[in-house]
């Protein structure tokens, strides 16, 4: 794999738009957006852990900002402000967020507090899904999923997946014309995988990314693996171009030492692929 740059910190959330890769560093508070040729802007400065984004349907910005219970945008004169007010849902944090055509916005929670320990024991797990829809309403429209990280919408726009990292799964969910969800199944079985953030090609096969097994994987529905590419550090987050997948990538001391860590080396890494994007994030 091409590594197009490298000494970031935890980096994460890569999306594809507007003919770049964009992606965020976690630990220094940045969105960057990068090109082909080994260029990069910071765009975003905001300090949120997690710091997770994508892009509504006219072009802007919105992230994920659990420093203030809430959905930001980015307007033109590049200010964040107030898109969706989330402080009456559960206040444990959110997580990673993807957008469909028609403005959508999924957003997901592991909503338990002491995340070094991991979600609590029993058959029913605290995570959730929240909806907003364009006006800004938002609402819980899946519960019980052990940790929610990435998300992806088939090419169809009819089909959530989520990363469940810690039920070693992809579920899904169908998406029902006022956006709310049902029909919640295995859309994949990764038996020991720790998938954490995805998305979906034109085929709609859906790559996956595994920091403790460092490798990124394309999965149809029902789990065949159909690729792999290795990496030499774990894999946080993917996301395609046309014609290439790009990795975000970095070393990862446990959630134990998270605050303390200082040997990140976060890179951005780039491969061919024959099969490109399809569905969301990404169009």
Wanted: aromatic residues 8%; hydrophobic residues 45%.
């Amino acid at each position: 794999m091409d590594v197009l740059h490298a000494g970031h910190g935890l980096v994460e959330s890569p999306r594809w738009h507007g003919g770049q890769l964009w992606f965020s560093d976690w630990i220094a508070g940045e969105i960057i957006a990068a090109d082909g040729h080994g260029a990069a802007e910071v765009v975003v400065r905001h300090r949120s852990l997690p710091l997770c984004f994508d892009f509504l349907p006219d072009g802007r910005l919105v992230l994920v900002s659990n420093q203030q219970r809430a959905l930001l945008v980015r307007g033109d004169d590049g200010e964040l402000t107030t898109y969706a007010d989330l402080s009456h849902l559960p206040p444990a944090g959110w997580n990673d967020i993807v957008v469909d055509a028609r403005g959508n916005a999924y957003v997901n929670s592991p909503n338990f507090a002491d995340l070094a320990s991991g979600p609590p024991d029993g058959p029913v797990q605290p995570g959730l899904v929240a909806l907003v829809t364009p006006d800004g309403a938002a609402r819980v429209v899946a519960e019980d999923i052990a940790f929610p990280n990435g998300m992806a919408i088939t090419p169809d726009g009819r089909t959530l997946v989520v990363a469940d990292s810690y039920r070693h799964c992809l579920a899904g969910f169908d998406i029902a014309d006022d956006g709310t969800l049902a029909a919640r199944r295995v859309w994949a079985d990764l038996g020991e995988a720790a998938p954490d953030g995805i998305c979906a090609d034109a085929e709609g096969a859906v790559w996956y990314a595994d920091v403790p097994h460092r490798n990124c994987v394309r999965v149809c529905e029902g789990g065949e693996v159909l690729e792999v590419v290795e990496l030499d550090r774990g894999g946080f987050a993917c996301m395609l171009s046309d014609t290439e997948l790009y990795v975000v990538a970095a070393h990862w001391p446990g959630a134990a030492a998270f605050t303390t860590f200082t040997d990140w080396d976060g890179q951005l890494l780039r491969t061919p692929v024959h099969i490109g994007r399809g569905g969301w994030p990404g169009n």
